[in-house]
């Protein structure tokens, strides 16, 4: 069978993997099995499309990286807020990334009316983004461009769950980091696109309903 085959060139693969690593440089792994100190907090896609450190041009060891379906975050996901949790007051990092990209399946199936099993309650969280924007999603005739709008519309929604967390607020007062930051990726040409959230003002507005800055 063909897939098993392919299967078990992985493992070769891996082999030339670590010869050009340690010829570049003999001291890859022996820096690489250090303790991380990432700077940034990738929130990304399960698409196997998107790589994080491939499209942001990084090291192992540079990002730490969370992905899901559609690149969410959800108030009762623990996967994705232990990440986070972990991420800003173990690592500190500077930045937390939530990168959608276009062409996205988990967003194309949002928007079908049918259907979806399991993915349902899952896909529910970008319905609701849709919703919140319903006005400005259906005034888009192109259908295409509907769908590029919501992938970036769900990546500021996202940022904004984000800066919601108590982690993320506190850190930011007392340390002036971590920066929540939206962005895009196109698989037709390879860049990103920085959607330029204003973080001060979305944590300055968010804070006056989700303030979490206070002490128990």
Known sequence: MPFKSSYK??????????????????DFFKHL????????????????????????????????????????????DLNALSVINYAVEYLNVKYIIVCGHYDCGGIRAAMEPRDLGILNPWLRNVRDVYRLH???????????????????????????????????????????????????YDLHDGLLKDLEIDFEKELNRIRKIYDLTKGK
């Open 33 to 76: 099995s250090q303790e991380q100190n990432p700077d940034y907090l990738y929130i990304g896609c399960s698409d196997s499309r998107v790589h994080a450190n491939e499209v942001m041009g990084l090291e192992p060891g540079e990002v730490f990286v969370h992905r899901n379906i559609a690149n969410l975050v959800v108030n009762n």
């Open 134 to 184: 319903e006005k400005e999603l259906d005034a888009i005739t192109d259908q295409r461009e509907r769908y590029n709008r919501l992938v970036e519309i769900n990546v500021y929604e996202q940022c904004l769950n984000v800066i919601k967390t108590a982690e993320v607020q506190k850190s930011y007062m007392e340390s002036g980091y971590p920066l929540v930051a939206g962005w895009v």
């Open 9 to 26: 060139e992985i493992f070769t693969a891996n082999k030339k993997w670590i010869e050009r690593k340690l010829s570049a440089d003999p």
